[in-house]
């Protein structure tokens, strides 16, 4: 229980010896976390949009009319397509639903100098996110009866190439604040160690163990990162409660934790850096 309390009251006389330098540490882990927190709650949300978009995204597949009246060979038609694992859902429409769809958007005046129906009945497929449409295509003309298969092509891969660019930019800046969170952390603790550098030779002199010696700049080095993590954490609870409608998706319960122990995971990692190098 002594060694316990002296553990404590060295942890605490090292932020009081290095307090400007500790405040200042503690303040900038917790501005990095933020800004890792909040990397992490925007990303999770544009994603969820671009999947939305791409779900919502629809690949139009016309029927030859001599298969869109017989509704034996239709029923083969949709059989076939639903069998397709890039295809989330699908929709039918009729030559007369594919009229009056283009007199909505278009209106009647530019058909006013044909007298049949010229549009082909036709299904919206609605896609999975991760497709490949190549050979979603392939797949759908070998279907019979099977005129057309038109997408755009250029919008749903600039779509997807944007994504897989958004995610490894995630991944690098917050590689960036990884680094800055343990470079922070390390360097505090050396000086602190620094700060006591004749009580840590003294120790040495009479006999104390490593451990004994190291466990309080670890100690502080871990309520740095904790410290720094509850800042973060109540910033974007504030912002959560006073600006609910900046985001759609405030992550999950655990969240808010996660990114408590990570300031304390990346305070451990830092202070036993800066200890292993100091003090060996």
Known sequence: MGTLLYFIKETFRGFYQAKLMTFISITIIG???F?????YLIFTNINSKLDDTVKRSTVNVFIS???SLDSVKLSSISTAIDNLDDVLSYTYLTKKDAIDKFKKIYGAEMLDAVSDNPLPASFELVLNRDLNILNLKKELNLIEGIETVQYSKEWLSKLMKFQDIFLVSVFVISAILVFVLYFIISNTIRLTIYARRDLVMNMHYVGATEFFIK???VLEGILQGVIGGISAVFVISVLKVLFPPLLSFWGEWYFYPLLLTTGGVFGWIGSTSAVRKSLS
Request: net charge negative.
């Open 31 to 33: 501005i990095t976390l």
């Open 65 to 67: 009319d001599s298969y």
């Open 215 to 217: 466990t309080p700049f």
């Open 35 to 39: 800004f890792m927190g909040s990397i």
